[in-house]
């Protein structure tokens, strides 16, 4: 083996899927690239890691809600292009063709395109180190949808794209839905 920079040792720990997060301020719409995120309870609770320097924070803080979208592969190049810009100064949703679904429960819009959709309400904000936990409310998927290879970004600008699955669940003792 050879010794990585440690700057470098979170591209070895790939997280889970690139996701797109919407919010809503109270007059617009607006909507990330957050590729930092975690699971943290099966109730379910999520946490993603954003700050002051995103401009949809603000949304989030203010508004205590968003929803996560899963994108696949074919968006890709959007995903990238929300992640390279900002909301300050672009409709990211009209710039990249998103249609915007309005949710149940929150106010943040659902994305059409994306695979799934989870609508989410903030339930803490860990300051020290920029994390939003996220409790969902209500989760929505597309199962008809025939791309479902989710993207996972290494952290140098290059990606992952999920391959085959390997079932074990019966191996587990899990009852997991079929289709995703």
């Known amino acids: 083996m050879r010794q990585l920079k440690l700057s470098r040792a979170f591209t070895l720990m790939e997280p889970g899927p690139v996701v797109l997060v919407t919010t809503h301020d109270g007059s617009k719409n607006n909507v990330m690239t957050i590729s ?3 699971v943290l309870d099966f109730t379910p609770v999520f946490a993603i890691t954003t700050g002051e320097w995103n401009y949809s924070f603000a949304a989030l803080r203010k508004s ?3 929803v996560i979208a899963i994108p696949t592969v074919d968006l890709l190049d959007q995903v990238v292009g929300i992640g390279t810009c900002s909301g300050a100064d672009t409709d990211k949703f009209d710039k990249f063709r998103l249609t915007a679904v309005p949710g149940k429960f929150v106010k943040a819009p659902l994305i059409d395109q994306c695979l ?3 609508e989410c309400k903030v339930v803490d904000i860990v300051r020290k180190h920029n994390i939003v936990v996220l409790e969902a409310v209500a989760a929505h998927v597309d199962f008809a949808r ?3 290879r ?8 290059t990606f992952i794209i999920d391959g085959r699955r390997l079932d ?9 839905p079929e289709g995703i």
């Open 36 to 38: 930092w995120t975690m």
């Open 168 to 176: 074990r669940r019966k191996m587990m003792a899990a009852k997991l």
């Open 116 to 118: 799934a959709n989870i």
């Open 150 to 157: 989710m993207i996972h970004a290494v952290g140098d600008g």
């Open 64 to 66: 205590k809600e968003c």
């Open 146 to 148: 025939k791309e479902k």
